[in-house]
C-alpha cells in the first residue's frame, strides 16, 4: 500500500499544494489531472524525492518513505515530463549503465534489462544509438529505464505528450504490464486516453485532490464526461 498524506509545498511564497492526500493499493494506474498550473509535476517531484515537502508524509506499507530516500528510492520508479538520456550511448549500454549505477548487482543486469526492454517493446532498438530514435520511442527507453528494478511504485509525469494515436495505445498496452508489480501514478492531459486504463482518477484543484472519480468498471463516456467537468474545460 502506497499512501501519500497531508502533503504541502511552497514555491516563492506561492503555496502549490496545500493538503494532498491518496492512497494507491498495488497493481492500480491511478490518474492524477488538473488544469495547467495546478501542480501536478510539483507533485511528482515531491514523490520522486527531487522536492522536499513543506509538511506531510508518504508511507509505502505503512513506512514512512521520505525518512529513509535512499530505501525508498529503491523501490521507486520515476520518469520525468522531459527525461534526460545519454544521446550518444546506444540502448542496451545505457540500460546497463542504469542497472549499474541503481546497485543492481552485475550478474543480474542483463536479465533486468532483457525484461525491462521486452516489456517496454523495445528489443529491436538495443544497438541503436540513443539519438536516433523518434521521441516516442525515447519515453520507451526512458520507461525502460524507470522500471529497471521493478519498482513497487512508478512515477509517470505526462507520459503520453507528444505521442501519436498508435503509441498512445502503445503506452497503455505497456504501462497495463507494469501494473501487475507496481502501483502506477500517471499526469496528464489526456482524459480520453487514461480512461481506457487507469483504474481511477484524482483531480488536483486548488492544492488538493478535489474529486476522485473511478474509471475501471465504469461506463468509459460517462468516465469522461466526469473529468472534464471536475476539470471544468480548462485543461
Not at 32 to 48: F, I, R
Not at 92 to 108: D, P
Amino acid at each position: 500500500m502506497y499512501e501519500v498524506r497531508n502533503i504541502a509545498f511552497t514555491y516563492s511564497r506561492r503555496k502549490i499544494l496545500r493538503d494532498v492526500s491518496f492512497v494507491v493499493s498495488p497493481g492500480e494506474t491511478v490518474a492524477v489531472v488538473g488544469n495547467n498550473g495546478a501542480g501536478k509535476t510539483t507533485l511528482m517531484k515531491v514523490l520522486a524525492t527531487l522536492y522536499p515537502p513543506d509538511s506531510g508524509l508518504v508511507l509505502s506499507d505503512g513506512q514512512d518513505a521520505l525518512s529513509n530516500p535512499l530505501k525508498y528510492r529503491r523501490q521507486l520508479g520515476y520518469m520525468g515530463e522531459t527525461p534526460a538520456l545519454y544521446e550518444d550511448m546506444k540502448v542496451k549500454a545505457y540500460l546497463e549503465y542504469r542497472a549499474a549505477i541503481k546497485g543492481e548487482v552485475e550478474k543480474r543486469i542483463r536479465r533486468r534489462v532483457g525484461e525491462a526492454a521486452e516489456i517496454c517493446q523495445i528489443p529491436d532498438l538495443m544497438s541503436t544509438p540513443i539519438r536516433h530514435l523518434s521521441a516516442g520511442q525515447k519515453k520507451r527507453v526512458a520507461l525502460a529505464d524507470a522500471i529497471l528494478l521493478r519498482p513497487r511504485v512508478l512515477l509517470l509525469d505526462d507520459f503520453l505528450a507528444g505521442l501519436d494515436r498508435t503509441m498512445r495505445e502503445a503506452a497503455g498496452s505497456i504501462v497495463t504490464t507494469v501494473a501487475a508489480f507496481a502501483g502506477v501514478i500517471i499526469t496528464g492531459h489526456e482524459i480520453a486516453d487514461l480512461a481506457k486504463w487507469t483504474t481511477r482518477f484524482l483531480v488536483l484543484s486548488g492544492g488538493v485532490i478535489s474529486s476522485v472519480i473511478p474509471s475501471a468498471g465504469m461506463d468509459y463516456a460517462t468516465t469522461i464526461k466526469r473529468v472534464d467537468n471536475a476539470l471544468g474545460g480548462g485543461r
